[in-house]
């Protein structure tokens, strides 16, 4: 089987950092993505975590810990454009293995 | 630069009528996904392509049928739409899999049965 959790929504104020946890149990494991979602829009990438630790880019890093099942995104000087919804996405193995999509976090920033 | 495109972007239709959703994407990228959303649901796949002429079902396919002719396109087919096919349908495209790479979404067609 194979269940992903994420805390439904979440609020924020402008200039702070927030951290948006994600967990899983899945049949098999080979990393994890985190997706970015404006309402009314497409999903875009963020992060692939495959190895332990965190992995920055910008004002967003993504940490994992594979023994834990556990991920999450932390995202700092929080923006007003940053209000939208964050997806975590976990691969289970080589090549073709699809994506399974938590349910996603909706972010909301406040002033 | 296209991208990765679908086509319509809104499509209202009635219940039984077969209808298409149109998938297209200009990198020549072997992988094809299609995915629905729903509130509460989350992104749960249909199909997914790893190269042409080679299909696959995902996690909810009833209803549905694709094809991959083409490398760059990938048609969604709902032979006979019905209400719980009311969704938000998005087509994503990657190089190599999901195991390595990110997955490019268009996007989007906004399904209504009625």
């Known amino acids: 089987g194979q269940n992903i959790d994420q805390p439904t929504e979440m609020t924020a104020t402008e200039g702070a950092i927030v951290q948006i946890n994600c967990t899983y149990q899945?049949?098999?494991?080979?990393?994890l993505f985190w997706y970015q979602q404006h309402a009314g829009e497409a999903p875009t990438f963020l992060s692939y975590?495959?190895?332990?630790g965190l992995e920055e880019k910008g004002r967003f890093s993504s940490f994992l810990s594979r023994s834990k099942g556990y991920s999450y995104l932390l995202l700092k000087e929080l923006q007003m454009k940053d209000s939208a919804s964050y997806l975590c996405?976990?691969?289970?193995?080589?090549?073709?293995?699809?994506?399974?999509f938590g349910k996603g976090t909706r972010l909301s920033v406040i002033a | 630069d296209a991208g990765i495109t679908q086509s319509p972007r809104y499509k209202i239709t009635e219940t039984g009528r077969q209808v298409t959703l149109m998938c297209h994407q200009t990198?020549?990228?072997?992988?094809m996904f299609w995915y629905r959303q729903d509130l509460g649901h989350g992104l749960r796949l249909i199909y997914y392509?790893?190269?042409?002429?080679?299909?696959d079902k995902g996690e909810v396919p009833d209803g549905y049928v694709v094809s991959r002719s083409k490398t760059e396109n990938f048609p969604l087919t709902l032979e006979s739409a019905t209400r719980s096919q009311t969704s938000v349908y998005f087509c994503?495209?990657?190089?190599?899999?999901?195991?390595?790479?990110?997955?490019?979404f268009g996007p989007g067609t906004r399904l209504t049965v009625t």
């Open positions: 994503a495209s990657s190089e190599i899999g999901t195991s390595g790479g990110p997955q490019y």
């Open positions: 899945t049949s098999g494991f080979n990393g």
């Open positions: 975590n495959v190895l332990d």
């Open positions: 996405a976990v691969t289970k193995g080589s090549g073709n293995t699809p994506l399974v």
């Open positions: 990198w020549s990228h072997s992988y």
């Open positions: 392509s790893a190269a042409a002429d080679i299909t």
